[in-house]
């Protein structure tokens, strides 16, 4: 009994030091080393405006990191939705041309253009067997193409209507955001609770366990990729709205193809599948959004910026992989 | 309740399996003992589905089944335990019980359902250990196995097959081992259990069954054997094939270790000389390979003396004048699709030493590599060639001491010959060597001592021309009746 007891509590420490509350805790701290640092520099961090800033920058991100936290979850990965953001502006923000009547089909029209290229990533990937990072690179440049023979600047409008999406907010906490929180929340319950879920941490915790266990992997990856794409659509239509119109860039300019990859290796997903979860991926992104917003607060250099960001995730994933080092080792 | 007739199957033209028949009953643990190599782990994976028989009849009840799918053999009731679990170390005990098919409620999965079910199990093996929410990877190896055990009993399997259970396990750990198979026999469960250990098969079993070279020996009731009938039924087989003439004299010591002793291995004193071939035998899991690797620095011994140096890396290694020429060598011995003189030249380069690209057509005549073409990719060579190639990236750089692991598997009969006359060759050279082979007749043939390990320790030495049953005997730690 005393046995199971130590056991427990062994069990207790071992969840505290898990990815999910190391990430949080550094965003704890960096909240707090940066609402000192902003202090001696004369300013104040936690007004209204940061803080509506934060949850503004982040919101974008966040939508499309929650999807690849379930491609990565697979032990797939996607680059191609930064490109697939750009596309999605521009079929929102040119179906609509400014008529608020347009809406409801821009809408579906992105999530139907976005599933298409998730369907296609997911085929190529577990039917024809082309590694995920060639696949989706892949994709990457087809679309990345045909922007740039359609469309050399930005085009389409929306309608003001539409707009209240990217800028309004309820109190603190902007529109934007809520649908962030909404993603989120679907990917969390769809991971925790569905048989979906389960089978994507089986997959890509080791596929053949996976198969011999009578999971249809090849219909989990597809899925998967058909909802990490539509997250994308989804980040595609926020960022139209802000901007009043589809942008052959912008996916490309948030960099959200790397970036969401490393906010949820930073949440304290294993790159190569089967470990992590939304709320790391939250933390992940809320973590680049405050660092940023403290940066800008403090005007550093954006270069130096860079630098910092570029340790941050370094070392975390370096931190992550001591401990599983610890206790992952066995199977010699 | 299970029959299985006539079993056949051959791997590439290489027949492993003929004519193999076993019964088994409920509620009786089956023991299957054989040498390495012998067939037992193709046997069991036919019944597990995973692979397909080419002759013979597989009977459940009465009714015959053919397994497409390890799935299949699941729904017939056929649950197989690997050495290597089939588990995902980052999920949770339920959730690895119930992988793949996860009871539901209102759309949604029923972990609560789960967790009871799990739990209740884990409660009927009395295991208190650990609960159905701890994570995979936070349990020993043994209270992994448990899982495995928990999910073949939430499948209804009735036929649960052990490969090797206690490979993995420490000394105490086998005990619970034994509670847990018994638990099984009770409720009407027929386990089928592999193991080279005497000492289990006698512990355990009803029956045995003793399989060699791919063929049925005998099956009988584990009562009227002794163990060294057992070891005799094993390997009694006729000492055939050609091997070059032994040594005729032993030069000065080359390598020397005391105390030798790393996570796998205990007190090691092991010493190699000039012009001598000292044969390594042991069952799987023994620590052979892990001797070489030691030897060589790959994964140093943490504690004893070794001269002239003890290796902390394998750069160490190889400078002190040692090489290994691996167990695999497709994934440990050669750059797979970098041609014949690259590879010869791997380790040349590697250790900073001018490599002559002049020298290389020599060597690789000296190997006996035919035809010596350098610029064929290594991936298009036979296994005896490749081997040959292996050899030859060890004598560009004049090693004191050459360790073989399984030098001769998957080679065929000629290359096999060409690599005994080029070992002895060396050997008469003034190289050291010593040579880890599962096949008797080979370590036999070719020692000029024999070393058993057992358990990472040495059992025993032995000298050349001792007979296979004195080899098996130690190497498997005969019961002494």
């Known amino acids: 009994m005393s046995q199971n007891v130590l056991a427990d509590s062994r069990a207790r420490f071992a969840a505290l030091v898990n990815p999910t509350s190391v990430v949080f805790l550094a965003l704890a701290a960096v909240i707090l080393v940066g609402w000192a640092l902003v202090a001696v520099d004369g300013g104040q961090f936690l007004t209204m405006e940061t803080v509506v800033g934060v949850q503004q920058r982040s919101a974008a991100l966040g939508i499309v990191a929650v999807g690849q936290t379930l491609a990565i979850l697979a032990g797939s990965l996607d680059l191609s939705v930064a490109y697939l953001i750009s596309l999605a502006s521009l079929v929102a923000a040119v179906t609509m041309a400014g008529q608020d009547s347009n809406i409801v089909l821009a809408v579906g029209a992105v999530m139907g253009v976005s599933a298409l290229v998730g369907l296609v990533n997911g085929l190529m990937i577990s039917k024809l067997r082309v590694h995920a990072f060639i696949a989706t690179l892949g994709v990457s440049l087809i679309i990345k193409g045909i922007l740039g023979d359609l469309y050399d600047g930005p085009a389409g409008r929306v309608p003001e209507s539409f707009q209240h999406l990217g800028y309004d907010r309820l109190g603190p906490v902007p529109v934007s955001a809520l649908l962030w929180a909404a993603v989120a929340l679907v990917a969390w319950f769809l991971l925790r609770r569905t048989k979906y879920g389960y089978r994507v941490y089986a997959v890509g915790g080791d596929v053949e366990v996976a198969r011999l266990s009578g999971i249809r992997t090849d219909r989990v990856i597809i899925i998967t990729h058909v909802l990490c794409s539509l997250c994308a659509g989804i980040a595609g239509l926020l960022l139209a709205s802000r901007l009043g119109a589809g942008a052959p860039t912008v996916g490309t300019d948030g960099g959200y193809d790397l970036e969401s990859i490393a906010a949820v290796v930073l949440g304290g997903a294993a790159l190569a599948g089967g470990r992590g979860g939304v709320a790391g991926t939250v933390g992940g992104v809320l973590l680049l959004a405050v660092l940023d917003s403290v940066f800008n607060q403090l005007e550093v250099n954006s270069f130096f910026k860079d630098v910092v960001r570029g340790v941050v995730i370094v070392v975390a994933v370096a931190v992550y992989a001591r401990r599983t080092g610890l206790v992952g080792r066995r199977r010699t | ?481």
């Open chain 2, 1 to 481: 309740m299970l029959t299985m007739t006539g079993i056949g199957k051959s791997f590439f033209g290489v027949r492993v399996l003929s004519g193999v028949d076993l019964a088994v009953v409920p509620g009786e643990v089956h023991a299957i003992v054989g040498e390495n190599g012998a067939g037992k782990s193709t046997l069991m994976k036919i019944l597990a589905g995973v692979h397909a028989h080419d002759e013979g009849t597989i009977e459940i009840d009465g009714r015959r089944v053919s397994f497409g799918h390890p799935l299949d053999a699941q729904r017939a009731g056929v649950a197989i335990i690997y050495q290597e679990f089939n588990l995902l170390p980052e999920r949770t005990v339920s959730e690895n019980v119930f992988l793949g098919r996860e009871p539901i409620r209102r759309g949604l999965v029923d972990r609560t359902a789960m967790d009871t079910a799990t739990a209740r199990l884990l409660a009927e093996l009395g295991e208190a250990s650990f609960g159905p929410r701890r994570l995979v990877k936070r349990l020993s190896v043994a209270q992994q196995q448990v899982v495995e055990i928990v999910k073949a009993l939430s499948l209804d399997a009735r036929i649960v097959v052990m490969d090797e259970p206690t490979a993995a396990l420490a000394e105490h750990e086998v005990e619970l081992l034994y509670r847990l198979v018994r638990r099984l026999q009770e409720r009407g469960i027929a386990v089928l259990y592999i193991s080279h250990r005497l000492r289990e098969v006698f512990d355990l079993s009803d029956h045995v069954t003793v399989i060699k070279d791919g063929r049925l020996v005998t099956t009988v009731a584990t009562e009227d054997v002794t163990s060294e009938d057992l070891v005799r039924l094993m390997v009694g087989r006729d000492l055939n094939g050609y091997f070059p003439p032994r040594s005729t004299s032993v030069g000065e010591t080359r390598l020397q270790v005391t105390g030798g002793g790393n996570d796998r291995l205990h007190d090691i004193d092991l010493k190699l000389n000039a012009g001598e071939i000292v044969g390594i035998a042991g069952l799987q899991g023994s620590g052979r390979s892990e001797l070489a690797k030691a030897l060589f620095g790959a994964d140093p011994f943490t504690r004893g003396e070794m001269t002239p140096v003890r290796p902390r890396s394998v750069r160490e290694g190889i400078r002190a004048g040692v090489g290994l020429v691996t167990e695999d060598r497709k994934s440990e011995g050669l750059a797979l699709r970098q041609s014949v003189r690259d590879n010869a030249l791997l380790v040349t380069r590697a250790m900073g030493r001018g490599a002559r690209r002049s020298g290389v057509r020599e060597l690789l005549e000296r190997v006996r590599l035919k035809p010596p073409r350098e610029e064929q990719e290594v991936r298009y060579l036979s296994g005896g060639n490749q081997q040959k190639v292996v050899l030859a990236k060890w004598m560009t750089v004049a090693p004191k001491v050459l360790l073989f692991d399984e030098p001769t598997r998957g080679v065929d009969v000629g290359a096999k010959a060409a690599i005994h006359d080029l070992m002895r060759e060396l050997a008469e050279d003034g190289v050291a060597i010593m040579m880890i082979s599962s096949e008797l007749p080979e370590l036999i043939g070719m020692s000029d001592r024999i070393v058993v390990l057992r358990e990472g320790r040495i059992a025993g030495t032995l000298p050349s021309g001792s007979a296979e049953e004195a080899i098996m005997s130690l190497a498997a730690g005969e019961v002494s009746s």
